[in-house]
Nanobody
Framework: QVQLVESGGGLVQAGGSLRLSCAAS????????MAWFRQAPGKEREFVAA????????TYADSVKGRFIISRDIAKNTVYLQMNSLRPEDTAVYYC??????????????WGQGTQVTVSS
């Protein structure tokens, strides 16, 4: 079992930055691939970024490449999503997810409760 708790969401102006955190716990959490997804009102949940177990390899959605950075602090068992140059279209509930496999679909086994990010124009 893996438990995930997100934090760091909020309201920011376009062009600003936010950093989301996802604290993981549970027996297998340190061996899990970690990812961020987001879901805007009226839209399907979409992949944002993922990081491998050792933190060395990352994958991003085209819409956030060059603006968002996913990283992993193995000692703290925490994953971060640094979001820069935010746009109104980044407004969504952001979810942390974990699984044994790195995938861009939403087939992850474990999910956090989500944190709201709102970008004003």
């Amino acid at each position: 079992q893996v438990q995930l708790v997100e934090s760091g969401g909020g309201l920011v102006q376009a062009g600003g930055s936010l950093r989301l955190s996802c604290a993981a716990s549970g027996r297998t959490s340190r061996n899990a691939v970690m990812a961020w997804f987001r879901q805007a009102p009226g839209k399907e949940r979409e992949f944002v970024a993922a990081v491998t177990r050792n933190g060395y390899s990352t994958t991003y959605a085209d819409s956030v490449k060059g603006r968002f950075i996913i990283s992993r602090d193995i000692a703290k068992n925490t994953v971060y999503l640094q979001m820069n140059s935010l746009r109104p279209e980044d407004t969504a509930v952001y979810y942390c997810a974990a699984d044994q496999l790195l995938q861009v679909g939403d087939g992850y086994a474990y999910w956090g409760q989500g944190t709201q990010v709102t970008v004003s124009s």
